[in-house]
């Protein structure tokens, strides 16, 4: 009886998983085609070629970052500082790298390793200071948005740093910052492969040890929507023309580091030790805590990968812009939690997927560029982002209210 209740709890687990995703999927494509009608008249419309490769480098630095929070929110914790800390070693790696007098001229990949440790050394720090002192992480990281802001300005006089070496811009997707065609056609191909692997694997081994599977036209379907997604990518990647050589540019290198992060950070919080450690931490301290997980340790290495992805999207940053302004990141932190809730992060801890919080942040960067292309004041764009965000909050709380 014990292991049919749980292999029940598990098949409601993940219909609810499918549901929550789908529901998403739907929002965007409901989203995509408003946007699409809006600025149909216009020269760059929503769905253009070059307007969707514009908003897949948009979204990377969001993307990189909301995997992290996803992971720092199930651990029932919170970090508003990654857009300053974004700030801050984007602004240290561009000083290192200019050339003197205004930086030290070091190669920019020791300049790109430098800022990683800041990163993860202040994630850490951080981690350290509610883990094992006890400080809340609201206090904590409040004020490393304030001092990792404030330290971005002093150690660059208030400066805008640059330009920076070219071999570090092509994290930030310009014109060499992309893969071309023919490669982008071996990603997306062997991407493609593992991802139908993964489909039909899951299934085989699910039947092999005599559990419940989805129906067989579910899987096809799921396979050949898969197919079209990845089709439609690599399509509209390659149908950008570089405006030198003419031909496509490909899959940018920031989007490549995006999904890098992404899938490794899906597999972390999946298929490892580390992430059941977070995801029981965040269902209940107390229970994890007397079953022996290391409550305190795992909650300082949360903090101290979101500190290296911070640093990691300072550097795509820095790269996109080619020059550091000291307000690089501003308020990024709010756009990352966004990203995360509308994806269907619980921020009562214990819940979140890495896949619905890509989901989020494409959503949110999607309607923030097609206020733009529609010519929507700042304020007002403003204004409805807010309240998409509280309306996500009010169907996330009451979507997981349903399911317990």
Known sequence: ???????????????????????????????????????????????????????????????????????????????LSVGSLLGFT???????????????????PLALLVGLALGAGAGLLQGYLIAYLGAPSFIVTMAGLLVFRNAAYLIA?????????????????????????????VVTLLALGYTLGVVWRG????????????????????????????????WVMNSFPHPTTGQGRGIPVPVLVAL???????????????GRYVYAIGGNPEA?????????????????????????????????????PTGMGT???????????VGGTSLAGGSGT??????????????QNGLVLMGVPTEWQNLILGVVLVAAAVWNARFHRRRS
């Open 1 to 79: 009886m014990e292991a049919m209740r749980s292999l029940e709890k598990g098949s409601r687990r993940e219909i609810g998983f499918y549901s929550q995703n789908l529901f998403l999927l739907l929002v965007l494509g409901l989203l995509w085609g408003v946007f699409h009608l809006l600025t149909l008249g216009q020269p760059g419309k929503f769905l253009s070629p070059q307007n969707l490769w514009n908003l897949s480098v948009q979204t990377a630095v969001v993307a990189i970052l909301v995997g992290g929070m996803v992971l720092v929110i199930v651990a029932r914790q919170i970090d």
């Open 90 to 108: 984007g602004m240290a790696m561009a000083l290192l790298q200019a050339v003197p007098p205004i930086g030290e001229g070091w190669p920019w």
């Open 157 to 185: 006089q208030g400066r805008t740093i640059g330009p920076l070496q070219d071999g570090f811009l092509v994290l930030g997707g310009g014109l060499q910052g992309s893969i071309g065609p023919f490669w982008s056609w």
């Open 203 to 234: 299934r085989w081994l699910r039947q092999k040890h005599g559990l419940s599977v989805r129906p067989l036209w579910m899987d096809g379907i799921l396979s050949l929507f898969l197919i079209g997604v990845f089709g439609g990518f690599l």
């Open 260 to 274: 890098v992060v992404l899938v490794f950070l899906h597999w972390l919080s999946q298929r490892t030790r580390f």
């Open 288 to 324: 994890a805590l007397l079953a022996g997980i290391p409550v305190r340790r795992v909650q300082v290495l949360v903090f101290g990968l979101m500190g290296l992805l911070a640093a990691l999207a300072g550097a795509v940053q820095a790269a996109r812009l080619a020059f550091v």
């Open 331 to 341: 308020l990024l932190e709010l756009y990352v939690i966004a990203a995360a809730v």
């Open 354 to 367: 890495i896949l619905g919080a890509a989901l989020g942040a494409l959503i949110m960067s999607s309607l």
